[in-house]
């Protein structure tokens, strides 16, 4: 079982819909949790950055944690095209000793 | 913000020679990464450094080596670069020694072994 799985995708959904982008994980040491965006021939952006539990809310964005089941989500509402990325979820233990990446899921928000 | 700046964005080399990636933060964090970055495999680390002079290798290091001599660069080196080694190469930094802060990445080189 790898580390940190997350749905490839693609996922395609049309303008103003709410988008759920999750990931799970098998490592109970893992405390922080982050969720980057990247674009097209860019490096990965930082958008949402939680410890432990519950949720986060930045904008039309919104970062949820639940430990218990080891899964993490990302909601975006109202969904723009420019909104398309890659989406890669992250997870670190208390001292960043083991730092994995998801491997990500692409999204197209279409007009 | 954190600006972390890689000296290439696409680079073109032939196979044998020696090929230098170059990063450079402007934040004056300890630690610092190189991943590349392939479809289907996402992000993998190479090597990384957790301060100047200091390195640790990470989940794929054979065929690189790496160069800290000032705490704002990190170098990624192709000793003798081969086609399996075209890919997108990320740089990134993090603030703290031992550290749960995110990390902040570049845009990134996309290198071709020819």
């Known amino acids: 079982q790898k580390e940190v799985e997350q749905d490839p995708g693609p996922l395609s959904v049309p303008e103003g819909a709410i988008v759920s982008l999750n990931c799970t994980y098998s490592?109970?040491?893992?405390?922080?949790f982050m969720w980057y965006r990247q674009y097209s021939r860019k490096g990965p952006e930082l958008l949402m950055y939680?410890?432990?539990?519950g949720n986060k809310e930045d904008g039309r964005f919104t970062a949820q944690v639940d430990k218990s089941s080891k899964y993490i989500s990302l909601f975006i509402r109202d969904s723009q095209p420019s909104d398309s990325a890659t989406y890669l979820c992250?997870?670190?233990?208390?001292?960043?000793?083991?730092?994995?990446f998801g491997p990500g899921t692409r999204l197209s928000v279409l007009p | 913000d954190v600006k972390v700046t890689q000296s290439s964005r696409y680079l073109v080399k032939r196979t044998g020679e020696k090929v230098f990636l170059e990063c450079v933060q402007d934040?004056?964090?300890?630690?610092m990464f190189w991943y590349r970055q392939d479809p289907g495999l996402g992000l993998r680390l190479i090597y990384f450094?957790?301060?100047?002079?200091?390195?640790e290798k990470g989940d794929i290091p054979e065929g690189y080596s790496v160069s800290r001599e000032k705490k704002e660069r990190f170098s990624l080196i192709l000793e003798s670069a081969s086609t399996n080694q075209t890919s997108m190469y990320l740089c990134?930094?993090?603030?703290?020694?031992?550290?749960?802060?995110?990390?902040?990445f570049g845009d990134g080189t996309r290198l071709s072994i020819l």
């Open positions: 990134a930094s993090r603030s703290g020694f031992s550290s749960n802060q995110p990390q902040h």
């Open positions: 490592n109970s040491a893992f405390q922080y």
């Open positions: 939680t410890y432990s539990s």
């Open positions: 992250a997870m670190s233990d208390n001292y960043g000793q083991n730092f994995v």
């Open positions: 934040m004056d964090h300890e630690n």
């Open positions: 450094s957790y301060d100047v002079k200091m390195k």
